[in-house]
């Protein structure tokens, strides 16, 4: 399965974005557990969202629960992070990611799209 984000950009603090993520390359995309991770300059990969293949359980790092909400439309193989109240640490090249397997088991997205950058600033 192929993966394009989008939606990244600069926002102040406090503001809001959505980034989309589009899955294409085949038909079950819907088995897909699909999640977003993200990377800081000089900081490593972290894990930010991931949620079912059905959309009904999500899973949140304790950084952003709260603030941020990942959801799905499979009708349109698409999946979405809405960001609200962004902090500057949350500035990041934000990455989604696929698998196969349960959407808790974090070593297990090995199927990843090009990442969309979030700018927040002050």
């Known amino acids: 399965v192929q993966l394009q984000a989008s939606g990244g950009g600069f926002v102040q603090a406090g503001g809001s974005l959505r980034l989309s993520c589009t899955a294409s390359?085949?038909?079950?995309?819907?088995?897909?557990?699909m999640g977003w991770f993200r990377q800081a300059p000089g900081k490593e990969r972290e894990f930010v969202a991931t949620i079912n293949w059905d959309g009904l359980s999500a899973y949140y790092a304790d950084s952003v629960l709260d603030r941020f909400t990942i959801s799905r439309d499979n009708a349109k193989n698409t999946v979405y992070l809405q960001m609200n109240s962004l902090r500057l640490e949350d500035t990041a090249v934000y990455y989604c990611?696929?698998?196969?397997?349960?959407?808790?088991?974090?070593?297990?997205?090995?199927?990843w799209g090009q990442g969309t950058l979030v700018t927040v600033s002050s």
């Open positions: 390359g085949t038909a079950s995309g819907r088995i897909f557990s």
């Open positions: 990611a696929a698998s196969r397997s349960n959407y808790v088991d974090l070593t297990q997205y090995n199927n």
